[in-house]
């Protein structure tokens, strides 16, 4: 049996059958139109060789292979994941530092409310001592004064009584009379003064007997009179003292009535 490795025997009925074919439409073509002069018809074809029919088609040429860009894809998908980690990084060190800033800030608010606060209590603290010592020291000045009160008012009054017992005793009298001797040994009487004279006499002494001033109560002289009384004190400075020096009076009050 014969041996078609090249498929001669195919291509060749196919190319008769096409032949046929071909010749049949224009066959039926030349009998539906008008009859006209016969035209000889070219035939253009082209000569196969036996070599040409038994070679095989040259294989088409493979597509040429898309550049390998993987590389660079990665890389970019890298970069880009880089940035957006760079990126979720930087939020978060954004946030903490923002979550700081603001426990740095409430850690200083309080921490200035608590000095505030102790400050507070101090000045609170300070102004209850001085107050408590204001307190304190004006109880020992009203102490004092009342002790020092108290004193003088004993004291007073221990010298009044002793005052009163001297005076019971006749030494008032007898140191007023020795007073009144001596103002009316240093008078000299005016021409005005008449019988029956009577004045009070207010004397103001210091201590040691100096006369510090005269004025006049009841008088039943004339100025000339009054006068002559008043010389007559500061002449007679200083006065006497008493017996018992808590007889001692810085005003005294005289009775001038000059022996007749």
């Not at 039926?28 to 018809?41: G, I, K, M, N, Y």
């Not at 007679?236 to 009076?249: G, R």
Request: hydrophobic share 35%; glycine share 4%.
């Amino acid at each position: 049996m014969l041996r078609d490795d090249y498929n001669i025997i195919p291509v060749f009925l196919a190319g008769i059958l096409h032949a046929g074919v071909l010749a049949g439409m224009i066959f039926a073509f030349d009998f539906s139109r008008p009859a006209h002069p016969a035209v000889p018809l070219a035939i253009k074809g082209t000569l196969v060789t036996e070599d040409q029919i038994r070679r095989p088609p040259p294989p088409e040429p493979e597509p040429e292979p898309e550049p390998d860009n993987s590389e660079q894809l990665r890389k970019e998908a890298e970069e880009r994941k880089r940035q957006e980690d760079a990126r979720i990084e930087r939020d978060r060190i954004s946030r903490l530092k923002k979550q700081q800033e603001q426990e740095t800030a409430e850690k200083k608010r309080r921490e200035e409310a608590d000095i505030e606060r102790r400050r507070q209590e101090a000045e609170k603290k300070r102004l209850e001592d001085v107050e408590r010592q204001r307190a304190e020291n004006e109880r020992k000045r009203r102490e004092a004064e009342e002790a020092e009160r108290q004193r003088l008012m004993e004291r007073e009054i221990a010298e009044e009584q002793a005052r009163l017992d001297a005076m019971n005793s006749g030494a008032m009298a007898r140191y007023v009379y020795a007073i009144q001797q001596t103002i009316q040994r240093n008078w000299v009487e005016p021409a005005s003064a008449k019988p029956g004279l009577e004045c009070v006499v207010n004397v103001r002494q210091l201590p040691g007997g100096e006369v510090a001033g005269v004025t006049f109560g009841q008088c039943n002289g004339d100025d000339a009179v009054k006068r002559s009384i008043e010389a007559a004190v500061f002449k007679a400075a200083p006065l006497p003292d008493p017996e018992d020096p808590t007889l001692f009076d810085r005003n005294l009050r005289i009775m001038f009535k000059p022996e007749q």
